[in-house]
């Protein structure tokens, strides 16, 4: 699952953040905060937004590291953070107002590209038309439960063990295995259709 940062040379950075060493912070930064995006960007499918739950990711870290125990392995405490930083823009989402057209209805969602960009603006004619593989793997993803979504995120895109999604989204491991498989059953059965129809 490509190269993520070793959890010693993790810890070891991390350790001198939180001594005081201010070029710790963003060797941490950038060793951790492209995977700490894409999963961001995964569990609010919204890339601008993934962005500014990274900011408040590394703000969290600077205000907590005090409680940081020195010498354990801060990158599932950094993703826990993160989890729960996009967790809270999630909630604010579901308390915001719909606003309604003059009609009183509902306004057409735009179209984005898995980029994070409008349909429209990206260059793959199959993406534009709305056929895109990557657009239906989305459609099928989107329409997981919630936490069957963050499992299969964590573990199976994201490489996470089990363990560290448990950890992550603060469930146990045997719940994170039977969310992850369900979610994988789930999305075989959606795109199995999607391919006959």
């Not at 499918?45 to 205000?63: I, S, Y």
């Not at 349909?119 to 793959?124: K, L, S, V, Y």
């Not at 996470?160 to 950890?167: E, F, G, Y």
Request: hydrophobic share 45%; aromatic share 4%; glycine share 8%.
């Amino acid at each position: 699952m490509g190269t993520e940062p070793d959890a010693l040379e993790a810890a070891e950075v991390m350790a001198r953040y939180c001594r005081g060493d201010a070029a710790a912070f963003h060797r941490l930064y950038a060793m951790l905060a492209p995977r700490i995006l894409a999963y961001l960007t995964g569990l609010l499918g919204d890339r601008a937004a993934a962005e500014d739950a990274l900011q408040l990711t590394f703000l969290k870290l600077h205000e907590a590291r005090a409680s940081y125990v020195l010498g354990a392995d801060p990158i599932p405490w950094l993703y826990t953070i993160a989890h729960r930083t996009g967790l809270d823009e999630i909630r604010k989402r579901k308390r915001s107002r719909v606003r309604l057209s003059k009609d009183g209805d509902l306004p057409a969602e735009p179209a984005a590209h898995i980029t994070g960009t409008a349909a429209d603006a990206h260059p793959d004619p199959a993406d534009r038309a709305g056929g895109g593989a990557a657009a239906g793997a989305l459609a099928a993803l989107a329409q997981l439960p919630e936490n069957q979504r963050q499992a299969l995120i964590l573990t199976k895109v994201h490489g996470r063990s089990i363990a560290d999604a448990a950890m992550i989204t603060g469930s146990t491991p045997g719940a994170i295995k039977q969310r992850a498989h369900r979610a994988y059953v789930t999305l075989r059965e959606l795109l199995g259709r999607k391919e006959v129809a």
